[in-house]
């Protein structure tokens, strides 16, 4: 035969455990706030610039490329020449290279690798400085020049187009990691719903306990702390909301990214019809091999001199995950709130036990 | 067991955890770190990051390799902003010996031990011209070599008339350095036809419009615009990569017969006897070879950088890499008989090996049985300051862009048109070079030599 402990023994217990839970409570769902925070401000101020700059810098040599050829092809060269569109774009991919180094989130590894690709860029701005200087005098010189900046972009295993690739992953990879262990992850809606459940279970337990021992249908202070309770798991749910929109806004735009990286390699076929290769005397009939250099002439080729700009694409998703997180970086008000309302729930729960345990103090049971 | 035995016991086993986790932490590389830049991606990558693997194995010092064709720009502008890394690799002594004396550039290697076994022309190289050792010798290539077909060749070439009719396979674009291939031609070909004018030439002490220059000049260009001499034309060989062209001797559906090419060709030829190797045509004795180096030097002097070096120079070093390459890359180094024989284990790698390190070949042919009679020749673009080498390159492009254009390889227009831009280019670097009052950026007394003759590198 079990002996059952005293009301006031019972009571003391539950007030603990009511208490000691919110706690658990409280110190969980701020510090899934402050992670959260933690990885959105990250990823506003650090990691989504990274790889917008990435692709912005991949975009402009892209453009900045398909620009030198239309110039040279057209014959504008001559007189401006690879042309002011050309030097815009440079700017930017500087401008963007610059960028990713002060935001790079992928380590030394990331930094060697930007390092490399600002020689590579030099190297390549320095031989469309050859083919300009040459062109004028020696069309079919400058063109040849051209024609190896080209490849030095396109080159698949060690152009610059391939270190931006290179490089792309790495910061990418960076923040898969970033969003899987840090305030987005899965396990901090765990960390801070299971203290919920069981504090919830608790509170019905109370209502329930209190309601056979005192006769009375609801305990007021206790529904109150379980109503306030309910309101804080909404608040944490957006909140993890957010974080998960952040992170799936990040995969669309990383798959959309692959696609249109994909888009730019030209192909084989592409250079051998275009026109710079016709100006050296490598034409269709000469084996692929013979002529294996992938360049922009390709965009010249389905887009012709008038509609050289490059469609930038990719990005916009990330743009997106980028309002998302500056959203829930501001999570000061929510973390406020937090604290209130935990505070509010220990106060009821004490509100509502401590008279009762009051009216056991001077009786056995 | 009695309590005294436990407590035995347990003092073993925790210090038996404590040296494990002490080893695995030193294996991790716990005795610093050096880092590594270089011109090597791909499969020439992965070897030297053995070679790297195993120093880091025996030394407990963490070595990170970067590698990338733009290597002299990321050097500059690593030096410039005085974050270089603690060591470079470059192919050019020329361009090494630029970074001496100047802030965050390359460091003396005096005081760190060299423990390889190399010729005096190879010591000389890794002076860089100076009074002290500032490089040590990686690895070592044999030039002035032909692949040929063998169903289009019945003998061995060994003269320019046994090329009749048989297209050459030619590449230059190497970006950025696109024009490369066009050097070792032109300096095959003065090396070959005036060896007294060649090591004047590449020691900058005479000029570019010196008859016998602009005589290798034509010579090329005479070869290269006979009917069907190049495969493609001139202008395919203008685009194509220099490795690729080098593919096509046997694969590709525009064949070429014969490549002239450097050692390093044979990682991509198999050894099934489809393709043969001659020396460059010329029957005058002594025989002579050109020959380049890819040097490391240190620019950040700290103990992990010296001890690098010191362990690419030893022969344990400079053996791991020809042997994870089967015998395709070789070393400065001269190895013992036996060694030898286990890293090269063809025909044609021991040949080579045999004339880079001044030994006579066993059953080979005439062309590595007498050492004695064997002078090798640094690559003179190698030697030559980073700006002349760069017109060099461009000078070979707009040359063979000319040709294709059917402009005549006229001496005159050589003259006027490549040689006196060329020798302005020069004289303009010679007045930057430290040793302008001697007219020269390099000994011409250390350009040519005899192979190693076994002594010690120190």
Known sequence: ?365 | MTIHMRQWVRAAALTAVVLTAGLGACAAGDNGSVSVLGTWTGDEQTQFEQVLNAFQTKYHIKATYTGTRAVSQVLASAVQRGFPPDVAVLSSPGELRTYIGISHGLQSLAGVPDDGTRGPLWHNLQMLGSSTRYAVTVKADLKGLIWYDTKRFTSPPATWSDFTGKPWCLGMEATPASGWPGTDWVEDLLLHMAPDAYPQWASGTQGWSQDAVVQAWQSWGDLLTKQGAVRGGLGTALLTNFGDADAALTTGSLPCAANHQASFALAGYATDGKVGVAPFPDATKPRRWEVSADLAGMFNDTPQARKLLQYLASDEAQQIWPQRSDGTVFSANTFPDATESTIYKDGWSRDIAAVLAGRACKDGPDWCMHPDQTVLCFDASDLMPPTVTGAFYRAIVAYLTGLDSGQPALSADLKKNLMGPLDTVSQAALMNDSNKKQHQWWNPATVCGPSSNGTGGT
């Open chain 1, 1 to 365: 035969m079990t002996r059952r402990a005293p009301t006031r023994v019972t009571l003391r217990r539950l007030l603990i455990a009511l208490v000691g839970v919110t706690a658990a409570v409280l110190a969980a769902s701020v510090s899934a706030g402050v992670a959260l925070h933690g990885t959105a401000t990250d990823f506003h101020a650090r990691s989504a610039p990274s790889i917008v700059d990435v692709l912005a810098a991949r975009g402009a040599l892209v453009e900045a490329d398909a620009a030198a050829a239309c110039s040279f092809a057209t014959g504008g060269a001559k007189v401006a020449g690879p042309g002011e569109q050309y030097q815009n774009q440079i700017s930017v991919a500087n401008q963007s290279l610059a960028q990713v180094a002060e935001h790079n989130i992928a380590g030394d590894l990331a930094s060697q690798q930007i390092q490399l690709i600002d020689g590579l860029l030099a190297a390549y701005t320095g031989l469309i400085e050859q083919a300009d200087a040459t062109y004028r005098g020696n069309a079919p010189l400058g063109a040849v020049y051209l024609w190896y900046a080209s490849w030095l972009l396109h080159d698949p295993g060690t152009g610059i187009f391939h270190d931006l690739d290179v490089l792309y992953d790495d910061e990418s990879a960076a923040l898969n990691e970033q969003l899987r262990s840090g305030g987005t992850s899965r396990w901090w809606t765990v960390a801070w719903t299971v203290p919920c459940l069981i504090l919830l279970a608790l509170m019905v337990l109370t209502q329930i306990y209190l309601r056979r021992r005192f006769r009375r249908r609801w305990n007021a202070p206790v529904a109150s702390a379980t109503v306030l309770l309910l309101a804080l798991v909404g608040m944490m749910a957006s909140l993890s909301y957010d974080g998960q929109q952040v992170t799936q806004a990040w995969q669309t735009d990383n798959t959309a990214a692959t696609v249109w990286k994909a888009q730019q390699n030209v192909t084989a076929s592409d250079v051998l019809t275009g026109p710079m290769p016709a100006m050296l005397g490598c034409t269709p009939s000469t084996s692929a091999a013979a002529c294996p250099a992938a360049s922009s002439f390709g965009a010249l080729n389905s887009g012709g001199c008038d509609g050289q700009q490059v469609a930038l694409s990719g990005g916009d998703d990330l743009r997106r995950a980028d309002a998302l997180a500056a959203g829930a970086a501001d999570t000061t008000l929510d973390q406020a709130l937090v604290l209130a309302v935990a505070l509010a729930i220990a106060a009821l729960v004490v509100l509502g036990l401590l008279p009762r345990i009051e009216e056991y103090r001077y009786r056995p049971r």
